[in-house]
């Protein structure tokens, strides 16, 4: 298995970076970043659709938290109510958890590469005949930031970009509950604006005592994501799909 993982995920994942460093710019830093695209484009479709799946999910939230008030006495007739909820709106509840299956190998490859650190010894026997190791290896972020050191910056950065796409995903939710009157905040709701606020101060805690290289990948794809998330919920809000879920409501 740890062969499998080395030479399947480990292994590409440090010589695409080492490209990138070779023949778009001598940084580091410039290539974690291009490489972070690179993996968000190339796995794009499924980030998007799981993306999208939990925007809609917080848009019909008030519909489900309905549903289980009218049916709490018959369970059977409750999920069938809700799964045919999911399936009117071509949502998947479990999409999220697809993502993470996958993404998470790729991710613990990534922090691999981060944390063992870019000097010849570590990484000159990892490297295909084609990728030449270069004489020196700038880790110094655009002439700023040590990339084999914790920063602070970066960190705060990333714990920033974390919390803003959680709010944008909790946008649609409230935006929801206001155009339909209102009401009492379900406790799934509470739960996810607490998540708002502590999933962000996790990461940070986490990203503070690690290669600031480490908290610039994590920054990149944050920053890509709420991105994303801008795009899906203006394409929600404006497509006939989102006037059909404010009907149904």
Not at 88 to 101: D, I, R, T
Not at 133 to 141: C, G, Q
Not at 231 to 239: A, G, S
């Amino acid at each position: 298995m740890a062969y499998l993982f080395n030479e399947f995920l480990y292994r590409p994942l440090l010589n695409l970076l080492f490209l990138i460093y070779n023949n778009v710019f001598a940084d580091i830093g410039v290539a974690i970043i291009g490489l972070t695209l690179i993996i968000r484009f190339v796995l794009l479709p499924l980030f998007y659709k799981s993306a999208k799946d939990q925007t809609i999910l917080q848009s019909i939230a008030p519909k489900i938290k309905e549903i289980q008030a009218t049916h709490k006495d018959d369970k059977e007739k409750q999920v069938k109510e809700i799964m045919n909820v999911y399936k009117e709106h071509k949502v998947n509840p479990f999409s999220g958890f697809l993502l993470l299956f996958i993404q998470l190998p790729i991710l613990i490859a990534l922090y691999r590469v981060f944390l063992r650190g870019f000097s010849r010894d570590v990484v000159m026997s990892h490297l295909y005949s084609f990728v030449v190791m270069p004489e020196f290896v700038h880790t110094m972020f655009l002439g700023l930031v040590n990339l084999e050191k914790p920063n602070l910056i970066l960190v705060l950065a990333a714990g920033l970009f974390q919390y803003l796409q959680s709010k944008l995903l909790l946008a649609v939710s409230k935006q929801k509950k206001s155009s339909s009157g209102g009401g009492s905040m379900a406790m799934a709701e509470k739960m996810s604006r607490q998540m708002m606020l502590f999933t962000p101060i996790i990461t940070v805690v986490i990203l503070y005592s690690l290669p600031a290289a480490v908290a610039l990948y994590w920054l990149t794809t944050s920053v890509f994501s709420v991105i994303q998330q801008i795009i899906i919920n203006k394409k929600i809000h404006t497509t006939s799909d989102y006037g059909n879920n404010e009907a149904s409501a």
